[in-house]
């Protein structure tokens, strides 16, 4: 397979997976995807720090933040701009769940070209699609960006048309949790809520930036439960990563949102 | 690490699994353990069958019943008796959950030594655990033996008293599943009931073959839920998978059971 990336594992360009690590046989992992920007990665240290606690969350002994720097910068140039993919993994493992008594947990760091999005993506906003996969509720995972992501899979799935940029996805209770790749945030007035990830999905960098950051735009930011009727009611539905930063749903079913100044303001506070 | 494993990747023994492959990142593929009696694999019509069935949940082109053959008897030699774990993923991928317009599923084949189990554990049975982590309800993938398994491992991660040989997990109803490696089943007078796993759960091709032929040894069986307390009251729990066929439950939680002959007459029409 030709393909637009390349990657080094365990800080080699030689290495590879073992096809007995528990990252494949298990999903036994975590991850992270952010951008490097002139070789250097953006909010490096919330990045660090997401991935230390969510390898915390399945007793991973998450590798030193120097480590996975040295990673980086022997992958990227040092003026790259590109995007920085972050795994690790249990490491090998014999038979079974258990785990061994000694892990040597194993980090892969995988280059991406930044992908060109549309123009239109940035000044009219994104057609989202309404996911029917549901996510399950695991309270143990809900919030960790673990290698377990079937459910996404499945979700990403249900689309082939090119005009939808991602999809909603709910949980088994029929409440909005995030897209498939994406956290999301709707507006009411000077109001912006986020739904609670205390069930399922994963808590985004930068979604908890938002969170952090959104007085800065006179906005009180809520971390409550969001129904689809009530999403789609809402004045502004903004999505948000570590790649695009924020953008504005512009359709969502038969529901049509005009362009709002809120996604290009949220991308400058994130800028901060 | 000295690992007691070998493997063999898309029928190559130089091969191994890419860094970008889509069972790493997402665990995005299925599995499949048996055991492999004097160089065949047992039960292979069922394996494969399930395989085929897995594979189409995911919708993955499953390869040919012919292509894993040669694999299993290239790293098996023709007397050989040992367990082979099939891995079968979507093969790599560009960033992002959305599968390449056209993928590779890629076939990994591994083999480990026969464990050799306490003669205890078929002449008395075997101590289970209760596990605190639940099974979340995901009717799309229930019953597939996908690889997103950190529940189990969670799970298994909740002990290491080297006494305990599995744990029973629950769902977020308190209903019977499984074990973290086995499906279980209860007995009561003449009557085998084993749980539903529209809900979750892995249909094991060792429960369904209970199930099947539980006729022969005069027993009727039944698919429903089960409490942990109506298991607790059962006559005989027997635990089943494609290694060991069955075994009896000793002790669960403060409940003891004596040993009876129904574990052995399992494991004999299993034979058949």
Redesign the interface.
Known sequence: ?A???S?I?NGSFEQ?????????????GV?R?LIMRNGMPECWPQHYQKLVADCAV??IVCPSAELLMSDLQQLFMPDETA?A?I?I?R??G??????PAVT?PVR?V?K?KV?AYPDSYFSEGVNLHVCK??L???P??AGVK????????????EWTDPSIMDGIMLD?HDQVIEC??ANIFVCFGDTLITPKLDQ?GIAGVTRQRVIDLGHLLGLTVNVENITLPKLLSADVVIITNSIYGALQAKSILQIDWSPTPLAADIRKILQV
């Open positions: 397979m393909h637009s990336q990657f594992v590879t997976v073992s096809p007995l690590d528990r990252g494949l046989a298990y999903g036994d991850f995807t399945i007793k995007i993919k795994i993994t490491g090998e014999e038979r079974g769940y258990a785990p040597s892969v995988i991406s992908r996969t549901p399950a509720s695991q143990l995972l673990h290698l377990n992501r079937l459910e996404n899979v499945l979700a990403r799935m088994d498939t790749a399922c």
